[in-house]
């Protein structure tokens, strides 16, 4: 892997692994309105979409989404962090590497988790949802991020993003900037995005030897 001196992590399913407290809460909440829905069908038709429940039955997408932040927020702070992301978060910042963190995850729920468990703040810079206007895969929250970070154009071949996410690594594609894609369990999905560099670990990304390399076309 090769030099880099600023990193972009994603939050959900990168650093924190959230989506066990998603699913339960979406699971108590259909179960509540009557409707058997699978971790599947959960997966592939409401999380991370506003109005993905209306597709498993629900009338009034508003009110569930609203029970369903209520749900989350209570357990948020109970997700853990993935092996090896604190150790790699500490080196980094050790060695004086820039660091920010870039979510569409509201600020509420990153900070309840960052002051729930003691959590340092490793980063130079922490971007949420409500921070732009447009989410990634748009590249604003990442432009914003850089910006901040003080880094130039021609600084970005220095810049690696880190993510989980078809929407973290198109992001980073539209400014032609290297893509790390954290995978520690295999999606199919994933498959069709452009990355340099696949990981399983985070162990992997500190000793810098991807088990994976695929070339962006």
């Keep these: 892997m090769k030099q880099y001196n600023f990193f972009l992590f994603d939050w959900d399913g990168t650093l924190v692994n959230s989506l066990p407290v998603w699913m339960r809460a979406y699971k108590k909440l259909f179960r509540k309105y009557n409707i058997a829905a699978t971790s599947q069908e959960i997966l592939a038709k409401a999380y991370g979409n506003p109005v993905g429940c209306v597709s498993c039955g629900i009338s009034n997408h508003e009110e569930f989404n609203r029970q369903l932040f209520e749900l989350v927020l209570k357990a948020y702070s109970k997700a853990t962090m993935f092996k090896g992301a604190l150790n790699v978060l500490q080196y980094l910042k050790k060695n004086h590497y820039k660091l920010a963190l870039i979510t569409n995850t509201p600020s509420v ?57 078809e929407q973290d690594i198109a992001a980073g594609n539209k400014l032609g900037i290297d893509c790390v894609l954290f995978e520690p369990r295999k999606t199919e999905r994933n498959d069709l995005v452009n990355y340099e560099y696949k990981i399983k670990s985070f162990e992997e990304l500190k000793k810098g030897y991807p088990s994976e390399k695929k070339l962006a076309s």
Excluded: C, H, M, W
Excluded at 110 to 129: A, E, H, K, M
């Design 109 to 165: 729920l990153v900070q309840s988790y960052f002051n729930n468990n003691n959590l340092p703040n490793f980063f130079d810079v922490i971007i949420t949802r409500e921070d732009v206007s447009k989410l990634k895969p748009n590249p604003e929250s990442y432009k914003k991020a850089l910006l901040l970070l003080g880094v130039t154009k021609k600084q970005y071949k220095n810049v690696l993003v880190i993510g989980d996410s």
